[in-house]
Structure formats: C-alpha cells, structure tokens
C-alpha cells in the first residue's frame, strides 16, 4: 500500500458510458494530481488540485472532469470517451510548501480500456 | 521548457552485474530530482528523491547522484537481480513546480 489508493484497477467502457475514476491519499498531503500513461509516451500531467483548488488544467479535452471535495480524494469523470483514451491513469499526491522539495507519492493507477 | 532525456531506453544485464542508468534535463534550476520504478501495468513506486542542495542519495543497492550545473543525474543499483526488472523513471518539477516533467525511462531487464 503507497499511501494513495486507486479504484477501480481495471476499467472498460463504451464510448457512450458515463463512469468515474477514484483516487484516495492517506498521507495528510495538500496537492493531488492525475496523470496519464500511454503506451510508449512519458507520463502527462492532466489537472493538479492543491488545497482543492484547481490550479492547472493542462489542456485537457473536456470529457474528462475532475472533482475534488477535499484534501484527501480526488475524482475523474469520464464520458463520451474515445478509444484513443485507453490508457493507465494515475494519480498523486505531494505536499506543497513555500519551500519546494517534497516528492510525489502515486497511486498503483487504473487501466482503462474505451471499446 | 523543461526536457528530461533518458539514456538508454533499453538494457538487458545478467544477474550481478553493477549498473548505471542516466538520466539528463535541459533546466537545471530544480528543486529536486525523483526516481521512480515502474512494473509493467503497475504504479510508480518512489525509489530516491535528491534535493536540489544534496550531491547524491542511497537507498540499499540504489544511488543517484545529481549533478545540477550539468544537468545530469545517475542511477546506480549494485549486484543486480532478476527483481530489478522494471522500468526506471527520472522526473524533475518544473514550471511553477507543480509538475512533473518524466523522463521516457530505460526498460531494465536482469537475466539470472
């Protein structure tokens, strides 16, 4: 167990479905973050909530949505998802201060699968 | 922006063997610097993270340097084993250090 849980590991849906990824931290941090991890491609930084506030949304399409009711869970709403969206989604976690230089703890991710 | 290169995207080294990945970004005003292991399919797992003011980190069989003036950082893992199979990540944060910027990481495999 990393601190940051993940739920569901494994996801498929239809293009037309609506569901939503679930992201809970056990380490008291004030920053949480959603990656994703496509095949042969470094990590993306998708959106990052600090304090539950969203500070940065990195140009992401808006059929992703993020939630975050408070400092320790974080939720991604999927619809009308493409199949180029199958990937391994994972978030983290870190806790931020006026003196930058705490790591990032991750979840074990969700691999989705959009058929 | 911020660039971080991994080198080399591959290697294959029999049981034993000391080796070293590297791992190069183009803005060397970090924070710190992080390595990260990666198990096919799986999360990433947190192996060392260096602060900006330190030169090198050890964790067991496992130590990254940081060279900041450089732009470099090694990793090194001693007497290899086949459970060191994975893939390894270096990340730097970089704009208002909210993120990560990855490395593509070099696939390790370790033959017994």
């Known amino acids: 167990e990393t601190g940051v849980t993940q739920t569901p590991r494994h996801l498929v849906m239809g293009m037309t479905n609506k569901k939503s990824l679930k992201c809970e931290q056990h380490?008291?941090?004030?920053?949480m973050y959603w990656y994703k991890q496509s095949a042969k491609k470094p990590l993306e930084l998708m959106f990052v909530y600090s304090l539950e506030e969203r500070v940065e949304n990195n140009s992401v399409p808006s059929r992703f949505s993020p939630e975050c009711p408070n400092s320790s869970h974080l939720f991604l709403h999927l619809h009308t998802l493409q199949p180029e969206d199958s990937a391994l989604y994972l978030c983290?976690?870190?806790?931020?201060?006026?003196?930058?230089?705490?790591?990032?703890?991750f979840g074990s991710g969700t691999r989705l699968t959009v058929v | 922006k911020q660039e971080v290169t991994q080198i080399p995207a591959a290697l294959s080294v029999p049981e034993g063997e000391n080796l070293v990945l590297n791992c190069s970004f183009t803005d060397s005003a970090i924070y710190n610097l992080q390595w990260f292991r990666q198990d096919p399919g799986k999360g990433l797992t947190s192996l060392l993270l260096?602060?900006?003011?330190?030169r090198e980190q050890t964790s067991g069989r496992l130590n990254a340097s940081l060279d900041k003036s450089s732009g470099r950082s090694t990793l090194y893992i001693a007497a290899s084993q086949p459970g060191d199979s994975a893939t390894y990540l270096c990340a730097v944060p970089s704009g208002s250090a909210r993120q990560l910027t990855f490395g593509s990481g070099t696939q390790l495999t370790v033959l017994p």
């Open positions: 983290a976690s870190s806790q931020e201060s006026v003196r930058v230089g705490y790591g990032y703890t």
């Open positions: 260096i602060q900006s003011s330190q």
């Open positions: 380490l008291g941090h004030n920053a």
